[in-house]
């Protein structure tokens, strides 16, 4: 346990600073803000690999990290699209998880927002259309905002998240 | 089995790779006599005949210590059927159904249901099949695909999936448990299935190495190069010395990225978010530094037909070197906090065991096979250059159990750390990169790694002026998801998430 302790006050805190780019100062500093005003809340996401090679995963999974902290942003990945501000697509849409995409989308509560990741997610990728495979995810759902890349790096997703927070209607938060 | 071995056609560019063209009768002799040798079925898979009036076939590939045996069963009448493997090599049962699925030829095992087949297509259309039939799209969303079902007092069922609760691949798991304890677990993938075998079909040659990088995303470099290797045992390439080395380096470094990242996560799936906080900053930093030397976090476009796609500087070499040092020396400390945790060591030991014998028995491979006593490592038992002048050691651990698949990922990561600053040290000079010329005759070769997880194959067959005609892509997960069915039985639930996590196994690897 001491060991354990001794590491964490070693390493200190790792979460970078606000990065160089005047923009991205400003969603560094306003973000949490913006968050609160729209939702009153963290924003919740959920991710679906809709037919995805897992590149994108990866690179998913890193914003949870403690270089990133997303969560010390004000965004948050959860367990059920019905918990879901947001989704966060992957992957040409295999049609084998066509249904299932197109149910974890109707699950989710309005006002929702759709992210679709990656070359594949935004364009088809190298797979594109063919008996298994329906695309890009706005062939299936309504798509908002689009992250391409291969994988797309993790300071691309969080533009991207951030670029879509600011679509999130003003009337997003939920009236007790 | 020797006589089998020595009877093997070599196949062009695949040092130590037989072909043996048998009828029906030596098919089940020549797999009998693997199998009672000890040896392994890597791949099965099945082609449809074509236009030059080849015959449709059926292939198996057998790993006999270090020699491969590709046996091939050409189906000559119109039955279009064959014997399957299955009693010998209980793996093979999922690899016919697949088979079936995409070529409509049909091995005579009794579970004929379809494996990566569910709703999006008709059971009588079957991508692969030649000539191309058309296109033909269901009308239903959702098929009824017969589970296995557990009677008795207080058994019920958990369904779990497609899309889970976590940041991962989709798969369906179906539990019948009692109280908290699983009775049985039956497994239904083919979520993922985004035709790949056929998307080979429609891609060039000296492209399609960026598919094969894309068959599944955490094991990149493995798929690249096997394919690389394939296509450039067709052209009779050699790949210059700085190049082998630098695919080398690519494929330690992916090996280190999963292994970081798995540790982290099964110190986090018990309960130790420490873990995922310490292994997460740590894998951060390596991708990094490996963005910094080699241009690419993921090294997705590393590898390519006669070399690799770039050259490393002095600079970024001696930061990976003193990178590689630094992860070792960080990941020895996190594991002795791991070994003294005692809830770590309590969720660890004995979950989802495997004992040595079963492991055998169903042929488990690769890292949760080293982890169970079986001790194929491709780059000990079969070095392919430049691993034939690297000297590997292997790891190995016979216990089974999650904490075995955890001290094995902990030693593999400095055994790991050694030899990426061994091939840097070692780093040949030269070019890294040669021209391809097409091959000019139809030909068919194989690429055989082992990637991060165990033994990644690519066969590959080429038709005329640079176009495939036919590739089929094996990861290993094929033989390990049965193995996990074994592996949880009798433990609880809530302990499933830590023991799937401990095998870490592919989806779209394996629905292609």
């Known amino acids: ?176 | 089995m020797t006589k089998w071995l020595s009877r093997a056609v070599p196949v062009r560019g695949s040092p130590g790779t037989g072909e043996l063209v048998v009828n029906s009768t030596s098919w089940i002799d020549v797999a009998h006599d693997v199998s009672s040798g000890g040896g392994q079925l890597a791949s099965l898979w099945t082609t449809s005949g074509d236009e030059s009036g080849n015959h449709a076939n059926v292939r198996a590939v057998f790993l006999i210590n270090a020699s491969v045996l590709i046996v091939t069963l050409p189906i000559v009448d119109d039955s279009l059927s064959y014997r399957g493997l299955e009693t010998l090599f209980p793996s093979a049962v999922r690899m016919q159904r697949a088979a079936f699925d995409l070529t409509g030829i049909r091995s005579d095992a009794p579970d004929q249901r379809p494996w990566l087949r569910h709703a999006a297509w008709p059971a009588h259309w079957h991508p692969l099949k030649f000539p191309a039939m058309r296109s033909e799209i269901a009308a239903k969303s959702i098929d009824n695909y017969e589970f296995v079902r557990v009677e008795g007092d207080g058994v019920h069922e958990i369904p779990v999936g497609p899309v889970h609760a976590g940041i991962i691949e989709p798969g369906h798991f179906r539990f019948s448990i009692v109280g908290e304890k699983v009775l049985r677990l039956e497994e239904r993938l083919g979520y993922v299935h985004k035709g790949i075998e056929h998307r080979f079909t429609e891609l060039h040659l000296f492209e399609a190495h960026r598919l094969a990088a894309r068959i599944c995303g955490d094991s990149a470099v493995a798929f690249s190069w096997a394919y690389c290797q394939a296509a450039e045992g067709l052209t009779n390439v050699r790949v210059p010395q700085r190049g082998l080395y630098l695919r080398a380096l690519a494929l330690e470094l992916e090996r280190l990225q999963n292994h970081l990242g798995d540790l982290g996560a099964l110190g986090n799936d018990a309960g130790f978010a420490f873990g995922l906080a310490q292994f997460s900053r740590i894998k951060e930093h390596l991708l990094r530094v490996i963005n910094g030397a080699l241009g690419q976090r993921y090294l997705f476009d590393w590898i390519v037909p006669g070399g690799t796609a770039r050259d490393i500087d002095a600079a970024s070499s001696n930061d990976l070197i003193a990178f590689a040092h630094e992860v070792a020396s960080e990941v020895r400390h996190l594991r002795q906090i791991y070994e003294e945790h005692s809830g770590l060591r309590d969720r660890f030991s004995g979950a989802g065991r495997v004992e040595v014998q079963l492991a055998s028995q169903l042929g488990l491979t690769g890292l949760a096979g080293r982890a169970s006593g079986q001790s194929l490592d491709l780059r000990v038992d079969r070095p392919w250059p430049p691993y034939d002048q690297l000297a590997v050691t292997k790891c190995v651990r016979q216990e089974g159990d999650v904490a075995a698949r955890v001290a094995l990922r902990f030693d593999e990561v400095q055994e790991t750390c050694v030899l990426i600053a061994k091939i840097l040290r070692e780093l040949p000079w030269g070019p890294v990169r040669v021209e391809t010329p097409l091959p000019n005759v139809p030909g068919f070769a194989v690429g055989l790694i082992e990637g991060w997880r165990g033994p990644v194959l690519i066969a590959l067959q080429n038709g005329g002026e640079g176009k495939i005609s036919r590739c089929h892509a094996h990861d290993p997960s094929w033989h390990n998801w049965p193995v996990l069915e074994h592996a949880i039985i009798d433990n609880i639930v809530p302990d499933f998430p830590l023991i799937n996590k401990s095998f870490n196994l592919a989806y779209s690897g394996h629905d292609l």
């Open chain 1, 1 to 176: 346990m001491l060991k354990t302790l001794r590491t964490i006050a070693g390493i200190g805190i790792v979460t970078e600073p606000a990065p160089a780019s005047d923009e991205m100062l400003w969603v560094r500093h306003s973000l949490q803000d913006e968050v609160l005003a729209i939702l009153g809340r963290a924003l919740c996401i959920r991710h679906v690999d809709a037919g995805s090679c897992n590149g994108c995963e990866l690179e998913i999974h890193a914003l949870n990290n403690p270089i990133y902290n997303i969560e010390g942003l004000g965004i948050r990945f959860v367990a059920s699209p019905r918990h879901a501000d947001m989704l966060l697509v992957t992957g040409p849409v295999s049609r084998h998880m066509e249904t299932a995409l197109r149910r974890t989308y109707d699950a989710t509560p309005d006002p929702k927002i759709v992210v679709a990741v990656g070359d594949c997610g935004c364009m088809g990728g190298i797979f594109g259309e063919n008996y298994a495979s329906c695309g890009r995810v706005s062939n299936v759902i309504p798509v908002d905002i689009q992250i391409p890349g291969c994988p797309p790096s993790p300071r691309r997703l969080l533009q991207g998240i951030v670029t879509a927070i600011a679509k999130l209607p003003r009337d997003a938060r939920v009236t007790e």
